[in-house]
């Protein structure tokens, strides 16, 4: 078996604000541009991998656009850098172009949507791991849970674009329609084809949804959704699958049980609170398992991570 991966020569690099539109109840889209040094560094850029963005001298919204419940934090001051993966990167002759998905979840995602068209922003990366691809795979099953959208979409438009003999299907869950972070549903003649989701339509990929409350697709949890798919397709040879999952850690533990009691081999992205993002403040640790060992050993996200492998990942939910 080989899989193939690389990790880009990671660096503080300026660089340069496209775009930045709302797309949907709290979620925006950032678009940046790299060049020079920083275009090389990103174009090498691997789905999974993240960037360390510093927003503490983005400007707070007026107060009309803050919303109720951050009224009394809003004017925190952000003092650390904020991990974000990329949806897409594109090489664009001298010039990388990066965009990431964010969501509004307290004083430094409010400050990013002050980000404006021609400002300047400072990230350090490509940091950590990204997924591991695997040629031999001949279906990748990518999972998405919640704010777990950014780097799935990456890595789905590199399976497609680049390994055409792995098909590709993609189920995606929230607690509810309106948490799902994408920007719209297809027609009702697409849904029936298996083609829910545009941001996975465009490159032929068709994908499920899966909701808490039932408001959109799948009535029930995601992982409840992949096994259902899983029993109505028992003829395919769990060796020539792979799982890809990104999104809370109680869902990521539960792909990985599923993984494991179907000897599928499965990756999972991580997440952790990550103060610097380069391995030197260790507070980013994920449990592990030592091979052939009962005990574990503590591994960093940021360094190691975030994309480990499912059976290696000592989950205590």
Known sequence: MSAVSSKSIRG???????????????FYKLKLEFSGAAAKAFAGFRPGQFIQLDLSSAAIPSYEKIPEDLADTAKRQVLLRRPFSFTDV????????????YRI????????????????VSVIGPLGNGFRIVQEKKTAI??????????????????????????????????????LPFENKLDEISQQLGFSLPEFA???????????????????????????WLRENSEMVRDEIIIYACGPEAMLAKVARIAEQNKIDCQVSME??????????QS?????????????????CCEDGPVFDGGEVFFSL
């Open 12 to 26: 503080v690099f300026t660089t340069s604000v496209i775009s930045n539109r709302q797309v949907g109840q709290r």
């Open 202 to 228: 465009r490159f032929g990929v068709k994908s499920q949804i899966a909701t808490d409350d039932g408001s959109a697709g799948y009535h029930g949890l995601v992982t409840d959704c992949l096994e259902q």
């Open 272 to 281: 952790r609170m990550m103060a610097c993002g380069i391995g030197l403040c």
């Open 284 to 300: 980013c640790a994920v449990e592990c398992r030592v091979n052939g060992s009962i005990e574990t050993v503590y591994k960093l």
């Open 105 to 120: 979840v307290g004083p430094a995602t409010l400050r990013m949507t002050t980000l404006s068209a021609g400002g300047l």
């Open 142 to 179: 990518l999972i998405i849970g919640g704010m777990g959208a950014p780097p799935i979409q990456c890595l789905a438009k590199l399976l497609t674009t680049s390994y055409s003999d792995t098909e590709v299907i993609v189920f995606a869950g929230a607690k509810t329609a309106n948490q």
């Open 90 to 101: 594109t090489i664009q002759r001298d010039k990388t172009v990066a965009e990431l998905l």
